[in-house]
């Protein structure tokens, strides 16, 4: 190594860059000051990746205006900090904007019944897949969904009408707390505190919504004291969790 290549390797270890570990949130990029310090910015969405997209990366806001992706979103987002307008925007879901109809009072009786069964079946698919690539689940959520997979009460995967589901409900309710409480905790991330933000649920709303027209309206009637915030227990109470049920202490552990 020639002297011009150590100290080049020297000035890497002593000066890092100070934005490399500095997180942002999204719509926001690390820059230096003056000071040299790092700080998180307003992202230009003109600086988004723009050339060829599809339209699976495009998104649609709550201002039912469609982004080009959620990077525009939210770098849009981020300039209108401090106004109505900003507080207001949010991902509302994957896709173009299109006519979402309006969500029935019998639709949304029906909404968690489908939903339970979904999420039983995303865990079991997870399973499966874990058994031919090892690291989607841990030993422990492994152990626990071994039991509702080996389980020769459960409701295998299939279109069933909603009768079925609520009879398989209350015959089997012990084979659904488990995949209620894992979605949970998959989404409580951001920190891990037994609530879920608007942004810890987007994830999941953003993908439900082209297909279940009344997710929006299901979760906005499970948070019951309308603080904006989804508690575990106002979660479980939605998916018609018993009362015992909807304060694990044992919850957090399960991704471990």
């Known amino acids: 190594m020639n002297p011009v290549q150590i100290w080049a390797s020297v000035s890497f270890v002593l000066d890092p860059d100070p934005c490399e570990n ?3 949130k999204s719509g926001r990029k690390c820059k230096l000051n003056e000071e040299m ?34 990077c525009h979103l939210f770098a849009t987002k981020c300039h209108l900090e401090g106004t109505k307008k900003g507080h207001r925007l949010h991902l509302d879901y994957s896709g173009p904007c299109k006519f979402i109809p309006p969500c029935l009072n019998t639709e949304l009786q029906q909404f968690p019944l489908r939903m339970r069964d979904w999420l039983k079946n995303i865990l079991l698919q997870l399973y499966e897949h874990d058994s031919v690539t090892p690291g989607l ?9 071994q039991k509702l997979h080996d389980s020769e009460r459960r409701l295998h995967v299939g279109s069933h009408a909603v009768e079925l589901l609520a009879l398989d409900f209350e015959k089997n309710y012990n084979l659904y707390i488990y995949p209620v409480h894992w979605q949970f905790a998959q989404l409580d991330q951001h920190p891990t505190d037994r609530v879920l933000t608007h942004s810890e649920l987007a994830p999941l709303r953003a993908s439900l919504v082209p297909m279940e027209h009344c997710t929006s309206v299901f979760f906005r009637r499970c948070d019951t004291d309308r603080d904006r915030l989804l508690s575990l227990r106002e979660w479980c109470q939605c998916f018609g969790l018993k009362k015992k049920h909807q304060q694990q202490h044992h919850h957090y552990q399960i991704q471990q």
């Not at 339209?55 to 205006?65: F, I, K, P, S």
């Open 37 to 70: 310090e790092p700080s998180c910015l307003c992202q230009e969405p003109a600086q988004c990746p723009s050339e060829n997209l599809t339209e699976l990366e495009h998104v649609c806001g709550t201002d039912n205006q469609t982004y080009q992706t959620s």
């Open 137 to 145: 689940l841990t030993a422990k959520q492994r152990a626990r969904v």
């Open 22 to 24: 500095f997180p942002c």
